[in-house]
């Protein structure tokens, strides 16, 4: 399943799962459905450049695409899909890097291409988004994050039934996230 959806409070309303530092939006998706197996791609561009940003594989300034995903063979189907519709896909595995293309971050609404993309996901830890979410993480393992409120309450219980869904902060380069180049998968990264 190609998660391309974002957390738009405008439109979606303040929730405290989607605001929570710990998990991706496309972790929440995976969890609401645990038979499929989701590929986060397609959020961080605007539909007009999708529309008209297309061009052959090959191209001179051809644009690219963030894939996150878990199972390397999912990730390289949906990239094989984000070539077929003319983009250069970039591996931002796991999934749970997401958050590197998530509204709020510089990668989101990038229309660029390939390396831009693989810089911007490599930056993500030294950018105001990046440090503002190794920021909440931290607290969040210190035991300082907010009350829990209704939300975030629901938030837990979906985690107590699932299991343990901390992660460690994830590092403070580019280095080890994955945030490559569509070989990326051939070299162990998911
Ligand atoms: N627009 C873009 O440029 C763009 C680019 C990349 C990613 N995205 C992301 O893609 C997602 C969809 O964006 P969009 O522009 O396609 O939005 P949209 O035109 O408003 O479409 C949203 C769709 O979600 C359905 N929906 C809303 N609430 C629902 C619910 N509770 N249960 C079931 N279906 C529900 C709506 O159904 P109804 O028609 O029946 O209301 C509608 O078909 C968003 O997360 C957005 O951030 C958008």
Redesign the pocket.
């Known amino acids: 399943m190609i998660d391309?959806?974002?957390?738009?409070w405008e439109?979606?309303g303040v929730r405290d799962d989607l605001t929570d530092p710990r998990t991706s939006s496309s972790e929440i998706v995976q969890e609401f459905l645990p038979s499929s197996r989701v590929v986060k791609a397609?959020?961080?561009?605007?539909?007009?450049d999708?529309d008209t940003g297309a061009r052959p594989a090959g191209a001179v300034g051809r644009r690219a695409i963030a894939v996150a995903g878990d199972a390397r063979k999912d990730v390289a189907a949906v990239a094989a899909v984000v070539d077929a519709l003319g983009f250069d896909p970039v591996f931002a595995v796991p999934l749970a890097e997401g958050v590197r293309m998530q509204?709020g971050t510089d990668l989101f609404g990038a229309t660029t291409d390939a390396a831009e993309v693989r810089r911007l996901l490599e930056h993500f830890p030294a950018s105001t988004a990046g440090k503002a979410l190794l920021a909440a993480r931290r607290a969040a393992q210190r035991g300082r994050a907010r009350p829990p409120s209704s939300a975030a309450t629901a938030t837990a219980g979906r985690r107590a039934r699932s299991g343990p869904r901390d992660r460690p902060v994830p590092p403070a380069h580019g280095g080890s996230s994955c945030a490559a180049s569509p070989g990326a998968a051939d070299r162990g990264c998911s």
Do not use: E, K, S, T
């Open positions: 391309a959806v974002n957390y738009w439109v979606d397609f959020n961080h561009m605007g539909y007009h999708l509204p």
